[in-house]
């Protein structure tokens, strides 16, 4: 048994639209054998999992996995089971999976859900492992594994807050990205995001937060416009601080000038032994100590978010309460058992550590670790309340005074904060805190909301909600229009044409494509860019207000979509291309992928299908969002069917793309008047003009915008790169395009029988990756369409062996009846376009189906560069000629 693949799908994916983990496992020789007919299996694993017991399986009850285990189930379907029982173990609610054999073979595709990346793929790994030692009788030490992943998912954990902003987030709709593996979050796409680290927005200044960072600073500030802080001084030295103690008085605190989560803080010391052992304690955070005057009380924080107070939390100092039977370090161990307790940040409360500030706090009340505190009694373990440090919270929100909140939210605005943790130290926050009984202790940047989400007592303040809440005011925009285009062919010219119309419009428009990643004009990304990574360039941009995004099958196959919903989807049409890869064999497996980009889509959004094809037909079964019929048939059934229930539709009524609406129908323009339609020839323009102006209706462009833009739009190396580009060479043409496929290449022969050529050339390859029936085809259909047929090959063989797909090109040519004479091969693809273009005649048609656009048009460029230098010298001869007759 071995994993041959395994991945993290990070968003909607063909398999659920929910993030998934895809292992692809070889069970080899235990491919055919069932749990029952493994000695001891079945005990074994379900005293390991006893969770299992819950699960449901194809019976839909509890128990049901386990009477399929009892009955004899085979072990792709156990590891499925176990993979999400292991998270479930970990702590993560997860519950979705499916097994599917692949063919014929001993392997099997097993996806499940998770939650933290890290631990749903070491769930797996250590599931298949499980698998092997339960399948040889051997001892598997779940125990040991479980608590290695665990301290590796916690690594890559969001904290509490983030985890909590992300929540809120979601539940407003804002789609939400993780920017590399810390807590830093973009919260909405294009123009209209916001990013957030914790609790720091971007909309904080680096000064705001240095100088919150820079405690001393801050005290001087507030006091400055009249916050009553605690009197104190910055030192360096021992010496000096026993001096500001002496000169201020006890009781005083110590802490670091520079430090976070309560580190280094020691509070009411009242002699010079104390003030000497927390100077050194202070000293290890930062060489600047603050000494300042101890305000007696309680300690709150109070948090403000933009210009209110949104929760309110008394802290209490990490502690212990006697028994009269157990020492302290025993109470602290019973303390830390608690589930609500965990590592860091990773739960509501965090266990309580000893450290040297526990030690010293202990001897200030008489105790050590090993003594027996009497029943009741409330031994503290740390000074300061933060729940970084062990501490716990009660909930103060409703019993704040109105004065106190105005010297919360002034604080933060003096410092500049539009998210603030402000440390007030008073006997009762009810009361409004004046000189001498109470102070602002400190002023927080990027303050934790653990406390106000999870408070030991009283009731959780959804604060999270408040912060997404003022980044994206009620009714404000937090995503750009996203247009997503998926299809086997038309897809790059159709985003194009979309891209064009809205630019015309006024949009910055951000556009993926084969071609590459382009924001308006200008190129940031070379290549065939149609995957999620490419998407995440547009949607991640703030200058981007449309995204127009070409997805095509292998990204979403490969990495599921690079988006969370769409605005608008457009399915092209769907024939047979790139078949008996990544599982897809059939057109409906196509379909099924093709479909996610239906799928996402939000609800009061738009799907653009073609109605002439039966294949995209059949996906309006799975669109969830208002559906736009394209078609180049007046009479067409569907979008009959379609206006007759009030949906809208695009079509051609003779010459005219027209609009049909529920008030009507609208003449948009007459195809001949866009030119990318070489005066309606290019019959599949004009299924990408009709597909491309239903997005723009849907998008509320005008129609006079529409007509401008179409009829601006040429098919050329401009607007159209390398999608059927006519160039006119001495006395010959020559037609660039990309067509890889059946369709493809019957839909540009057909264009070229109506262009009018004494003798037509065609330059042709495919990809290696197709199936050899697929080639031979191609063979014979240009076999049928040309006089004279050139078969080139791909640089990328894609696992063929060299000249291996010329032969098949050779063998369809041959088939369909061509002349032997006629067909020729020259596997360069610059060589072959160099050698037509040499014997070329007068009245000659060459079109040439490129793989890399570059060389070809560099082939073409240098070829009329050369004639114009010839036409030069023939004009500059004869000027000589005629000067030396005269």
Request: proline fraction near 3%; include cysteine; charge should be neutral.
């Amino acid at each position: 048994m071995k994993i041959c693949e395994i991945k993290a799908f990070k968003g909607r994916n063909i398999y659920s639209h929910q993030k998934v983990i895809k292992m692809v496992v070889d069970l080899e020789e235990l491919a055919d054998i069932a749990t029952k007919d493994i000695r001891g299996f079945n005990d074994t694993l379900l005293k390991l999992l006893p969770g299992l017991y819950q699960h449901h399986c194809s019976l839909g009850c509890p128990g049901g996995f386990v009477t399929r285990l009892m009955e004899g189930t085979y072990l792709a379907h156990v590891i499925e089971h176990c993979a999400l029982e292991i998270q479930h173990v970990l702590g993560y609610d997860v519950g979705f999976g499916r097994a599917r054999q692949i063919k014929d073979s001993t392997k099997y595709t097993i996806v499940y859900a998770y939650r933290n990346e890290v631990a749903g793929l070491e769930a797996g790994r250590c599931t298949v492992q499980l698998m092997e030692a339960l399948c040889r009788g051997q001892a598997f030490d779940l125990n040991s594994h479980l608590n290695r992943i665990k301290e590796k998912a916690m690594k890559s954990e969001l904290g509490p807050s983030t985890k909590a902003i992300v929540e809120a987030a979601l539940e407003r709709g804002i789609p939400v990205m993780r920017i590399g593996n810390g807590s830093i979050l973009q919260l909405g796409y294009g123009k209209y995001q916001k990013r957030i680290e914790a609790t720091i927005t971007e909309n904080t200044s680096c000064i705001s937060v240095d100088i919150a960072c820079d405690k001393a600073l801050t005290k001087e500030i507030l006091r400055e416009a009249g916050i009553p802080v605690p009197e104190g001084s910055v030192c360096t030295s021992l010496e000096d601080a026993l001096d500001i103690a002496q000169q201020l008085g006890y009781p005083v605190v110590v802490k670091p000038e520079r430090g976070n989560q309560g580190k280094g803080v020691s509070l009411n010391l009242t002699t010079p032994e104390e003030v000497a052992q927390a100077f050194n304690i202070a000293k290890q955070v930062d060489e600047n100590v603050i000494v300042e005057k101890y305000i007696k009380g309680n300690d709150y924080r109070v948090l403000v978010v933009g210009d209110r107070v949104v929760a309110v939390a008394q802290r209490i100092p990490a502690h212990v309460v006697g028994d009269g039977i157990h020492t302290v370090a025993q109470l602290v161990d019973m303390v830390n058992k608690d589930e609500r307790r965990g590592e860091g940040h990773e739960k509501p409360l965090t266990k309580i550590k000893i450290d040297e500030i526990s030690l010293a706090l202990l001897k200030k009340q008489g105790y050590a670790l090993d003594s027996i505190p009497p029943a009741g009694k409330w031994v503290y373990l740390k000074a300061n309340g933060n729940l970084s440090t062990g501490g716990e919270a009660i909930d103060c929100t409703n019993k704040i005074h109105p004065v106190n909140c105005e010297i919360a939210v002034r604080a933060a605005q003096i410092i500049g904060l539009d998210i603030a943790g402000i440390d007030i130290a008073c006997p009762d926050i009810s009361k409004p805190i004046e000189e001498g009984t109470g102070a602002v202790i400190e002023v927080n940047a990027a303050p934790g909301i653990r406390m106000h989400l999870y408070p030991s007592k009283g009731k959780p303040r959804n604060v999270a909600q408040h912060i997404v809440d003022m980044l994206f005011p009620p009714g404000s925009r937090h995503s750009i229009p996203i247009i997503s285009v998926t299809g086997t062919n038309g897809k790059t010219t159709t985003v194009r044409m979309i891209a064009h119309i809205l630019r015309t419009h006024g949009y910055t428009v951000g556009m993926t494509t084969t071609g590459g990643v382009f924001i308006n004009d200008r190129c940031v990304m070379k290549g065939d860019t149609t995957g999620p990574a490419s998407a995440k360039i547009i949607l991640t941009d703030k200058s981007v207000e449309v995204a127009v995004l070409e997805t095509a099958r292998g990204g979403i196959i490969r990495s599921g979509l690079g988006y969370d919903l769409s605005d608008i989807a457009v399915l092209t049409n769907i024939s047979e291309d790139h078949l008996g890869i990544d599982e897809v064999y059939t057109l409906e497996d196509l379909l099924h992928v093709k479909s996610l980009v239906v799928e996402a889509v939000k609800t009061n959004g738009y799907v653009v299908l073609n109605a002439d094809d039966p294949m995209v037909v059949e996906a309006a079964k799975r669109a969830r969002s208002n559906i736009i019929y394209f078609s180049r048939q007046e009479d067409n059934i569907i979008v009959h069917r379609h206006l007759i229930g009030g949906g809208l539709a695009v079509f051609l009524k003779g010459q005219h793309i027209t609009i049909a609406t529920g008030d009507g129908f609208i003449q948009c323009m007459d195809v001949s008047r866009i030119p990318a339609t070489y005066g309606g020839k290019l019959a599949y323009n004009i299924e990408n003009s009709l597909a491309a102006i239903s997005v723009a209706y849907a998008m509320k462009i005008p129609i006079e915008t529409i007509q401008k833009a179409l009829a601006s739009f040429y098919a050329d190396e401009i607007h159209n790169p390398g999608r059927f580009n006519v160039f006119n060479i001495r006395d010959f043409r020559v037609v660039v395009d990309y067509a890889h496929n059946i369709s493809g290449y019957t839909h540009v022969i057909e264009a070229i029988k109506k262009m009018g050529a004494s003798r037509t050339v065609g330059i042709i390859g495919v990809p290696g990756d197709r199936q050899d029936s697929s080639i031979r085809r191609i063979g014979s259909i240009a076999g049928k369409g040309f006089d004279r047929v050139i078969i080139k090959e791909d640089v990328d063989l894609r696992g063929r062996r060299r000249g291996e797909v010329a032969k098949l090109l050779e063998e369809g040519v041959l088939a369909a009846g061509m002349d032997p004479r006629n067909v020729e091969i020259i596997l360069s693809e610059v060589e072959a376009l160099k050698t037509a273009m040499r014997r070329a005649k007068p009245g000659d048609l060459i079109v040439i189906f490129y793989e890399k656009l570059e060389p070809v048009m560099a082939t073409i460029k240098g070829m009329l560069s050369n004639i114009e230098a010839g036409t030069n010298s023939d004009r500059d001869s004869a000027m000589l000629e005629l000067t030396r007759l005269q």
